[in-house]
């Protein structure tokens, strides 16, 4: 059975940096993304940041330039490196990866920032 394990929220000051994991367990196959999502309260899932198998990636314009995701092919497992993060980033953090078959959500991890 594949389970998604997330780790490395937290409470952190404006500006502070945070880095988000993600691993995959279990028998996967054929991953063709990794991606993380977020959803503050009140709001829509919105993706954030994606991963391909081959490396490309994509960024949400709100995060382009201070998240940074990357991937262990080895290891099944995604980062999201968040730096000079602002009270807007608050909410759960979710990965998501996505094979040919189906895909596979994490169960969340909340981010919060202060101001």
Do not use: H
Not at 63 to 80: E, H, P
């Amino acid at each position: 059975q594949v389970q998604l394990v997330e780790s490395g929220g937290g409470l952190v000051q404006a500006g502070g940096s945070l880095r988000l994991s993600c691993a995959a367990t279990g028998s996967i196959f054929n991953i063709l993304r990794m991606d993380w999502y977020r959803q503050a309260p009140g709001k829509q899932r919105e993706l954030v940041a994606a991963i391909t198998s081959g490396g490309n990636t994509n960024y949400a314009d709100s995060v382009k330039g201070r998240f940074t995701i990357s991937r262990d092919n080895a290891k099944n497992t995604v980062y999201l490196q968040m730096n000079s993060l602002k009270p807007e980033d608050t909410a759960v953090y979710y990965c998501r990866v996505v094979t040919y078959e189906t895909n596979y959500w994490g169960q969340g991890t909340q981010v919060t920032v202060s101001s």
